[in-house]
C-alpha cells in the first residue's frame, strides 16, 4: 500500500478507529457503575428530588444502558463510512461487515471489561451494543433511500419504481 492509499484509507477510517478507542476508554474503571453513579445519581436527584433512591437507580441503569445503545450506533455508521470508502449507496454486504465489525468489538470491549477489578464482562451489554449497531444501520439504509428517492425525483423520474 502506498502512501497515497495509506492516507485515502485513513481518511475514511479514522473517525471508526478514534470512536473505537473512545468505546474502548469507557470500558475502564473511570466508568464503571460506581463511579457514574457517583455523578449521575446526584444530578437525576437534583433534576428529581423527590425520586426515591431505587426510582433513581433504575434510571441510572437505564441512562447506561442508553449509552451503549448510542455508542454502538454512531460506530456501526462509522463502520459503514469506513467500508463505503465514498462509493455511492448501500449494499447488504456492507451493513453485515459493519453489523459484524460492532459487534466483535463488543465483544472484545466485554472481554476486556473481565480484565478491569470494578467491571464485569456482560453478555447482555453485547446484545444491546449490536442493536445500536443495528439501528444505526436501519438509520444509514432509511436516509439513502431517501436521498436517493428525492434525488430521482429532481431528475423527473418516475419515483415508485424500486430505488436499489
Request: aromatic share 14%; with cysteine; glycine share 6%.
Amino acid at each position: 500500500m502506498n502512501a497515497t492509499s495509506r492516507l485515502n484509507w485513513l481518511r475514511w477510517w479514522w473517525p471508526a478507529l478514534l470512536w473505537a478507542t473512545l468505546i474502548f476508554s469507557f470500558s475502564t474503571d473511570a466508568f464503571s457503575g460506581e463511579n457514574t453513579s457517583r455523578v449521575l445519581i446526584p444530578f437525576l436527584h437534583w433534576l428529581f428530588p423527590h425520586s426515591r433512591w431505587e426510582t433513581l437507580a433504575i434510571a441510572h441503569l437505564v441512562i447506561r444502558k442508553c449509552a451503549h445503545l448510542t455508542e454502538y450506533c454512531l460506530f456501526g455508521i462509522l463502520i459503514l463510512r469506513g467500508i463505503r470508502a465514498g462509493r455511492p449507496g448501500w449494499q447488504w454486504s456492507w451493513t453485515f461487515t459493519a453489523l459484524a465489525a460492532a459487534a466483535g468489538w463488543a465483544g472484545l470491549d466485554e472481554l476486556h471489561q473481565a480484565f478491569v477489578p470494578s467491571r464485569g464482562p456482560s453478555f447482555i451489554d453485547v446484545m444491546i451494543d449490536t442493536c445500536g449497531a443495528i439501528v444505526g444501520q436501519l438509520a444509514y439504509a432509511a436516509a439513502v433511500l431517501l436521498h436517493s428517492r428525492r434525488s430521482r425525483e429532481r431528475r423527473g423520474v418516475d419515483s415508485s419504481e424500486p430505488i436499489v
